[in-house]
């Protein structure tokens, strides 16, 4: 799960400070931005990578009469920034690639599958090491694939859906 930066904690611990201070419950914040109580409830979580928008910030200010500057700290705040593990991308990116190339040879694609479809035979697999497996994973495998003629794609609504040609 992500966790939120330093930077972001600061954002957050300010804005509910400024929440309680002026006597505002989540789902108030909530009404004022038209989300979810739920959603400003996983904002408030240091565990969870949701976030402010500036724009949020700002609606929220205007409704409690004060800057959007009381949100931010007012020195910067010390930190790494955040990186990717380019090593564990790779090596996930080719586990991925090699066992949708290995999924082809066993004819798994005969009949059209959807992303899901494919996150969910890759998770069954034991020996595969990579179970937080998202629709980018296989999407970003999968389109070179499709380019070299191996899988072919449609999409149908909001779903990509690959087989064999």
């Known amino acids: 799960m ?12 300010r804005s509910i400070q400024i929440r309680t201070y002026h006597k ?9 931005l038209d989300v ?10 240091p565990l969870r990578p949701e976030m402010y ?8 200010a205007l409704d409690l009469g004060i800057s959007p ?16 593990n380019a090593k564990q991308y790779w090596e996930k990116a080719n586990a991925i690639r090699e066992r949708l190339n290995s999924l082809i040879d066993t004819n798994f ?7 899901l479809d494919i996150i ?6 034991k020996d595969f090491l990579y ?16 380019n070299q003629g191996q899988l072919k794609s449609k999409r149908i609504s909001n779903k990509n859906y690959y087989y064999i040609p």
């Open 2 to 13: 992500h966790k939120k930066s330093l930077f972001e904690l600061e954002i957050i611990n």
């Open 24 to 32: 505002k419950s989540q789902s108030y914040i909530a009404m004022i």
């Open 36 to 45: 979810t109580d739920g959603y400003i409830g996983h904002i408030e979580n």
């Open 53 to 60: 928008t500036h724009d949020q910030i700002n609606a929220i």
């Open 69 to 84: 500057h009381d949100f931010y700290p007012h020195t910067a705040v010390v930190q790494d920034l955040p990186k990717k």
């Open 109 to 115: 694609f005969k009949s059209e599958k959807s992303v």
């Open 120 to 125: 969910d035979k890759l998770r069954k697999d």
């Open 131 to 146: 179970g937080d497996l998202t629709n980018k994973d296989i999407t970003d495998q999968a389109r070179p694939l499709v």
